[in-house]
């Protein structure tokens, strides 16, 4: 399963059925899972780990050093989960000793090509990023989040769950779950109603979240009157608690 122009580290770890491509590099400290799929003149280096049943399409580099001045050959790491679609020209690095020496990326998550994860991020499960979308060091994505084409994440901001945000944009803070934001510069255009549909959310769902957008958008609240209003709701909708949750472990402050 490994073509005879690839190169692997006797130090790497490889599951029995792993497939890796001609001029293909896995360097040591590597770990594969089964099902992966690495094509092509990929590079792999570690401290790093990739799980099960991943596709990483050519020319796509994991695991090298983070893009940080700091950085002065510390060991680091890069963990990625299982199921993810890794395609041509992503980069993805490793964690830095400024935070916690790692950057994550976790299950089914759909990586277009050029796509970029700078040192420290955090990727939930079933993410998109669209071509060229790229994050900053220290960015946290949630669940279900969708970064389309060309958009850039400023370090440290926030990405809430099941979030959309539209092509180009410049984010420098941070987007609250079930938003959509879109436009330069970036501005909240409502809740993400297609998406939260095909994920099962129900009539009475979107329309309590469309009432805490009204509170957060359209009242004319300062952020902390908008905040108390709907903590009292959150006490009966679960939805509206995930806001109020991110509302209170913003650091950059919100997208408004």
């Known amino acids: 399963m490994i073509h005879p122009t690839a190169v692997v ?20 400290g ?21 799980g099960e049943r991943n596709r990483v399409f050519q020319f796509a580099s994991i695991g090298d050093d983070p893009q940080d001045k700091k950085y002065g050959g510390e060991p680091t790491r890069l963990e990625i989960g299982n199921d993810n679609t890794i395609r041509e020209y992503c980069s993805i690095n490793r964690g830095t000793v400024q935070d916690g020496g790692v950057t994550r990326v976790g299950n089914g998550n759909w990586l277009m090509s050029y796509t970029h994860i700078a040192h ?7 993410v998109i990023m669209s071509n060229n979308a790229t994050l900053a060091g220290h960015v946290h994505v949630e669940d279900h989040a969708i970064l389309s084409g ?22 420098t803070r941070d987007v609250l779950p ?46 902390e009157e908008a905040r108390e209003q709907l903590g009292e709701l959150a006490a009966t909708q679960p939805e509206v608690a995930t806001i109020v949750a991110f509302l209170d472990r913003s650091e950059r402050s919100i997208v408004r």
């Open 9 to 28: 580290s006797p130090q790497a770890e490889l599951a029995a059925d792993v497939e890796i491509g001609p001029y293909a590099v896995i360097g040591p």
């Open 30 to 50: 590597v770990q594969i899972g089964a099902g992966t799929r690495i094509a092509a003149h990929v590079v792999v280096r570690g401290p790093t780990t990739l």
């Open 120 to 126: 420290d991020c955090c990727v939930g499960n079933d």
């Open 150 to 171: 060309f958009c850039a994440v400023h370090q440290f901001c926030r990405i809430g769950a099941h979030s959309f945000i539209g092509g180009l944009c410049g984010i």
């Open 178 to 223: 079930f938003l959509m934001v879109a436009g330069i510069p970036p501005e909240p255009r409502g809740i993400n109603q297609e998406g939260l549909k095909r994920r099962g959310f129900t009539t009475e769902q979107l329309r309590n979240l469309k009432e805490a957008y009204r509170i957060l958008y359209r009242s004319g609240l300062r952020l």
